[in-house]
């Protein structure tokens, strides 16, 4: 009888668990209905359209109400910018003008989500210090260009990563970065000394989430050819991270700042 007790214990505390993984996932809402702007350009190099071409099969899935540009004058319509619930901008470099920079600026204050992945959103429109603030991070340098390295799960709580472990992605590049370290980070690279002595154990974030006024703001450093996303992890950090800017106008603001560093001065 004892052992039978034992076993209905362990199957409900299995179930229970289960159910609370999946809760915790379900967190990270479809966009069925979300009204999405794709925005794509610049540097030929980084084959934006290749990318629009990867993301646009699974927005369909989803249900999403797509519009795609290939003009940064999308952001000067203002019916269409407050109308949007996500902006997924690949856009490598490129000058972007005063009253289009200013309209993504203005949208994404007033709640419209912004979302990107490697040079498409973080190396965007260098001369625009307004843009850089609101992403949180702009490109600086991949040391060795293609290669392999590993990615860490540094926030296992978050619905964006949760049931994800660390992993390797191959042939592509580790972008080092300057950041906002009041962004929430939720996966980090560590860089080795073999390309550039000076890096050598400086950990930098790949995946992180912030705010922008009432505009949720999503950034992930890995992408720098399709092939990339073939990474069942990175495809999901892509995924859920997107799903996520996307709920800026239905969900509560998250409080995120946590600053890195110690402001207490000690004796």
Known sequence: MLKTVRVAFLIAFCFAANLSSFAQISKI?????????IVYGGWG??????????????????????????SLDSYTDEKLM?????????????????????????????????????????????NQAEYLYMVGGQWAAHPGGKINYEVNICDTEDPITDDLND?????????????DPNSKVLATTTFSGEHNSWIDGAVMPVAWKKYYGKGRVYNLSIGHEP??????????????????????????????ITPVYDTKHKL
């Open 167 to 179: 992993f390797r992605v191959e042939n592509t590049e580790q972008y080092y970065m300057l950041v």
């Open 227 to 256: 092939k990339d996303f073939d990474n069942p992890s990175v495809w999901i950090l892509l995924k859920r991270g997107f799903a996520w800017a996307a709920e800026s106008k239905y969900q509560v603001k998250e409080n995120l």
């Open 45 to 70: 190099g980084h084959n934006p359209k290749a990318f629009v071409d990867k993301i646009v099969p699974w927005l369909k899935a989803e249900g999403a109400d797509l519009t795609i540009s290939t």
């Open 29 to 37: 809402p479809c966009l069925k209905g979300k009204k999405v702007l």
């Open 82 to 126: 407050a109308e949007t619930d996500l902006v997924i901008q690949s856009w490598t470099m490129g000058d972007i003008s005063k009253e289009q920079v200013n309209g993504l600026l203005k949208a994404v204050r007033n709640g419209t989500g912004l979302a990107g992945c490697h040079g498409g959103i973080g190396d965007s429109f260098r």
